[in-house]
Protein backbone atom coordinates (compact mmCIF):
# COMPACT_ATOMS: atom_id res chain seq x y z
CA UNK A 1 0.00 0.00 0.00
CA UNK A 2 1.13 3.43 -0.59
CA UNK A 3 -0.04 6.98 0.90
CA UNK A 4 -0.20 9.90 -1.01
CA UNK A 5 -0.49 13.43 0.67
CA UNK A 6 -0.26 16.28 -1.61
CA UNK A 7 0.29 19.90 -0.89
CA UNK A 8 0.94 23.26 -2.69
CA UNK A 9 -2.83 24.57 -3.51
CA UNK A 10 -3.98 27.67 -3.23
CA UNK A 11 -6.10 31.11 -4.49
CA UNK A 12 -4.05 32.32 -7.81
CA UNK A 13 -5.33 34.69 -10.32
CA UNK A 14 -6.17 33.60 -13.05
CA UNK A 15 -3.09 33.33 -15.60
CA UNK A 16 -0.82 33.02 -13.16
CA UNK A 17 1.18 29.66 -12.28
CA UNK A 18 0.87 26.95 -9.38
CA UNK A 19 3.09 23.54 -8.58
CA UNK A 20 1.18 21.18 -6.51
CA UNK A 21 3.23 18.16 -4.75
CA UNK A 22 2.44 15.10 -3.94
CA UNK A 23 4.47 13.43 -1.52
CA UNK A 24 4.56 9.29 -1.61
CA UNK A 25 5.34 6.41 1.30
CA UNK A 26 4.83 2.82 1.65
CA UNK A 27 5.94 1.00 -1.09
CA UNK A 28 8.28 1.30 -3.59
CA UNK A 29 7.58 4.26 -5.98
CA UNK A 30 8.89 3.50 -9.09
CA UNK A 31 6.32 0.31 -8.50
CA UNK A 32 3.87 3.13 -9.58
CA UNK A 33 2.25 5.03 -12.44
CA UNK A 34 1.28 8.74 -10.74
CA UNK A 35 -1.50 10.36 -12.16
CA UNK A 36 -3.22 14.02 -11.37
CA UNK A 37 -6.62 14.34 -11.59
CA UNK A 38 -9.36 17.00 -10.55
CA UNK A 39 -12.79 17.13 -9.55
CA UNK A 40 -14.73 21.03 -9.79
CA UNK A 41 -18.12 21.08 -7.56
CA UNK A 42 -20.84 19.30 -9.28
CA UNK A 43 -18.49 17.51 -11.92
CA UNK A 44 -17.30 14.47 -12.16
CA UNK A 45 -13.14 13.45 -11.20
CA UNK A 46 -11.76 14.17 -14.75
CA UNK A 47 -7.89 12.92 -15.63
CA UNK A 48 -5.24 15.94 -16.12
CA UNK A 49 -1.83 13.70 -16.67
CA UNK A 50 -0.19 10.65 -16.09
CA UNK A 51 3.39 9.97 -15.85
CA UNK A 52 5.38 6.55 -16.57
CA UNK A 53 7.43 4.72 -13.58
CA UNK A 54 10.62 6.33 -14.59
CA UNK A 55 9.82 9.79 -15.72
CA UNK A 56 9.95 8.39 -19.22
CA UNK A 57 6.35 8.86 -20.58
CA UNK A 58 3.66 11.54 -20.44
CA UNK A 59 0.29 11.72 -20.99
CA UNK A 60 -2.40 14.68 -20.68
CA UNK A 61 -5.86 15.40 -21.24
CA UNK A 62 -5.88 17.40 -24.88
CA UNK A 63 -7.36 20.42 -23.28
CA UNK A 64 -4.18 21.04 -20.38
CA UNK A 65 -1.52 20.44 -23.11
CA UNK A 66 0.44 22.74 -23.37
CA UNK A 67 -0.54 24.53 -19.85
CA UNK A 68 0.42 21.94 -17.62
CA UNK A 69 3.34 19.85 -16.67
CA UNK A 70 3.48 16.73 -14.94
CA UNK A 71 7.11 15.36 -13.24
CA UNK A 72 8.67 13.20 -10.78
CA UNK A 73 11.37 12.94 -8.70
CA UNK A 74 11.73 9.20 -7.66
CA UNK A 75 14.73 10.00 -5.28
CA UNK A 76 12.11 11.80 -3.05
CA UNK A 77 8.74 10.14 -3.96
CA UNK A 78 7.22 12.80 -5.26
CA UNK A 79 5.09 13.86 -8.39
CA UNK A 80 4.56 17.36 -9.21
CA UNK A 81 1.95 19.27 -11.45
CA UNK A 82 2.96 22.15 -12.54
CA UNK A 83 0.13 24.62 -13.92
CA UNK A 84 0.86 27.65 -15.98
CA UNK A 85 -1.54 30.12 -17.56
CA UNK A 86 -5.05 29.21 -15.40
CA UNK A 87 -7.62 30.17 -15.71
CA UNK A 88 -11.18 29.95 -13.75
CA UNK A 89 -12.60 26.65 -15.11
CA UNK A 90 -8.88 24.69 -13.35
CA UNK A 91 -10.74 25.61 -10.19
CA UNK A 92 -11.17 22.65 -8.69
CA UNK A 93 -10.12 19.78 -5.88
CA UNK A 94 -6.82 18.14 -7.80
CA UNK A 95 -6.04 15.23 -6.89
CA UNK A 96 -2.93 12.36 -6.66
CA UNK A 97 -3.46 8.87 -7.92
CA UNK A 98 -0.93 5.55 -8.62
CA UNK A 99 -1.83 2.83 -10.06
CA UNK A 100 0.53 -0.14 -9.74
CA UNK A 101 -1.35 -2.41 -12.67
CA UNK A 102 0.60 -1.12 -15.66
CA UNK A 103 -1.52 -1.35 -18.40
CA UNK A 104 0.24 -1.09 -21.60
CA UNK A 105 -1.65 1.98 -22.41
CA UNK A 106 -1.93 4.54 -19.43
CA UNK A 107 -5.73 5.01 -17.93
CA UNK A 108 -7.14 7.79 -17.99
CA UNK A 109 -10.05 6.60 -15.89
CA UNK A 110 -10.42 7.08 -11.83
CA UNK A 111 -11.40 3.69 -11.73
CA UNK A 112 -8.29 2.21 -12.60
CA UNK A 113 -5.94 3.93 -10.19
CA UNK A 114 -5.81 2.21 -6.74
CA UNK A 115 -4.51 4.84 -4.35
CA UNK A 116 -5.51 8.59 -3.82
CA UNK A 117 -4.47 11.67 -1.92
CA UNK A 118 -6.75 13.33 0.07
CA UNK A 119 -6.89 16.53 -2.13
CA UNK A 120 -5.37 19.88 -2.79
CA UNK A 121 -7.82 22.77 -3.68
CA UNK A 122 -7.28 25.21 -6.34
CA UNK A 123 -8.97 28.41 -7.06
CA UNK A 124 -8.09 30.96 -9.63
CA UNK A 125 -9.92 33.93 -9.44
CA UNK A 126 -10.82 36.27 -12.22
Known amino acids: QVQLVESGGGLVQAGGSLSLSCAAS????????MAWFRQAPGKEREFVAVISRHGGTTYYADSLKGRFTISRDNAKNTVFLHMNSLKPEDTAVYYC???????????????????WGQGTQVTVSS
Open 97 to 115: AADATLPAVPSRRPSAYTY
Open 26 to 33: GRTFTNYR
